[in-house]
């Protein structure tokens, strides 16, 4: 007989999911297969926002950008405007 494993549907979901896998000290493997939760799915929530974390905690940090030009200017015509913070032109 084949049980079926739910996926975790959404972010509300996996947050919830990893909540309680904490909660209950059991490792994700152990807690996804007593609750019947794909624990393939869990991982994957689990890795995604892991990494949503971190690049929002790194937006706030200075960075270099690369500049393109749009359009097919003569390199004479070009402007580039650099703005940095959230100073108005």
């Known amino acids: 007989m ?3 494993l739910r996926k975790v ?3 509300k979901d996996a947050r919830a999911c990893l909540s ?5 000290g059991e490792t994700m ?13 869990l991982h994957t929530w689990k890795r995604n926002l892991s ?3 971190a690049t929002a905690a790194s937006d ?10 749009v359009s ?5 015509a070009r402007r580039y405007v650099v703005r940095v913070g ?4």
């Open 2 to 4: 084949l049980s079926t």
């Open 9 to 11: 549907v959404d972010e």
């Open 20 to 24: 309680s896998v904490a909660r209950s």
């Open 29 to 41: 493997r152990a807690w996804a297969k007593r609750h019947r939760v794909d624990g393939r799915s």
């Open 51 to 53: 990494r949503r974390m």
């Open 60 to 69: 706030d940090e200075p960075r270099l950008v690369e500049l393109v030009p």
């Open 72 to 76: 097919r200017m003569s390199p004479a």
């Open 86 to 89: 959230e100073a108005s032109p």
